[in-house]
T-cell receptor, first 110, second 117 residues
Framework: DAKTTQPPSMDCAEGRAANLPCNHS???????VYWYRQIHSQGPQYIIH???NNETNEMASLIITEDRKSSTLILPHATLRDTAVYYC???????????FGTGTSLTVIP | GAVVSQHPSWVICKSGTSVKIECRSL??????MFWYRQFPKQSLMLMAT?????????EQGVEKDKFLINHASLTLSTLTVTSAHPEDSSFYIC?????????????FGDGTRLSIL
C-alpha cells in the first residue's frame, strides 16, 4: 500500500513556483522519497529523490522536513508543460517496490 | 541516459488471445524490472517484480498464471497476458532499475495500451 498522502489537485499560475506537498509520516529511516510525474497516456517521468537532505536538480527542488514525515516538491518557474499528475513515493524497506498513491493533479494556468 | 522502451505501444485483439509486451532497457543493465497496470483515472498498481534469471514476485491478487513474466536478460523483460478478456483491457507500464538498493530510481517505459474486444 502507498505510504504517502497528497492533495488531489492544485493550480499554479504560469511562471510562478509550484509547491507540491506530500505526507509520509510512517517513513522508515532507510526509505527514500521519490517524485515522479505522469503526463496523460505516458509513463511516469522521474523528477528527483532524496533521503533526508534537501536536493536540487535541473527540474526541481525537494525539501524534506527534519523529522522526514513530509516533503515538498518545488517547481521554481512553472510552465504549461508542467501540467501533469505528480506522485510522491516512498520506497519500501527493500528499496525495490514502488506503491503509487493517488498523486496530485497540477494544472498550470496561463 | 536510462531509457526504457516498451513495445508495442498499442494493441487491440480479440478475447481469448494471448498478448506479449516487451520492456527493454536501452542504455543500462536492469537487474530488476517492474510491471504496473493503470486503469483510466486511477493510479499505477504494481503487478510484479522480476529479477534477471529468477521467477517474478507477484503482488497479492495478481494471477501469476494469467500474467506471465519472463526476465531472461539484463535488458529485456516480457509480460504475456494469457487468454485475455475485456476486463484485462488496461494501460500496462514497465519500469527498470539498475540496482536493488533503496537509492536507485525506477525508469519507466511509455506504456502499452491494451484493448480486448
Amino acid at each position: 500500500d502507498a505510504k504517502t498522502t497528497q492533495p488531489p489537485s492544485m493550480d499554479c499560475a504560469e511562471g510562478r513556483a509550484a509547491n507540491l506537498p506530500c505526507n509520509h509520516s510512517t517513513i522508515s529511516g532507510n526509505e527514500y522519497v521519490y517524485w515522479y510525474r505522469q503526463i496523460h497516456s505516458q509513463g511516469p517521468q522521474y523528477i528527483i529523490h532524496g533521503l533526508k537532505n534537501n536536493e536540487t536538480n535541473e527540474m526541481a527542488s525537494l525539501i524534506i522536513t527534519e523529522d522526514r514525515k513530509s516533503s515538498t516538491l518545488i517547481l521554481p518557474h512553472a510552465t504549461l508543460r508542467d501540467t501533469a499528475v505528480y506522485y510522491c513515493i516512498v520506497s519500501d524497506h527493500t528499496g525495490n517496490q514502488f506503491y503509487f498513491g493517488t498523486g496530485t493533479s497540477l494544472t498550470v494556468i496561463p | 541516459g536510462a531509457v526504457v522502451s516498451q513495445h508495442p505501444s498499442w494493441v487491440i485483439c480479440k478475447s481469448g488471445t494471448s498478448v506479449k509486451i516487451e520492456c527493454r532497457s536501452l542504455d543500462f543493465q536492469a537487474t530488476t524490472m517492474f510491471w504496473y497496470r493503470q486503469f483510466p483515472k486511477q493510479s499505477l498498481m504494481l503487478m510484479a517484480t522480476s529479477n534477471e534469471g529468477s521467477k517474478a514476485t507477484y503482488e497479492q491478487g495478481v494471477e501469476k498464471d494469467k500474467f506471465l513474466i519472463n526476465h531472461a536478460s539484463l535488458t529485456l523483460s516480457t509480460l504475456t497476458v494469457t487468454s485475455a478478456h475485456p476486463e484485462d483491457s488496461s494501460f500496462y507500464i514497465c519500469s527498470a532499475t539498475q540496482g536493488g538498493t533503496g537509492n536507485q530510481p525506477q525508469h519507466f517505459g511509455d506504456g502499452t495500451r491494451l484493448s480486448i474486444l
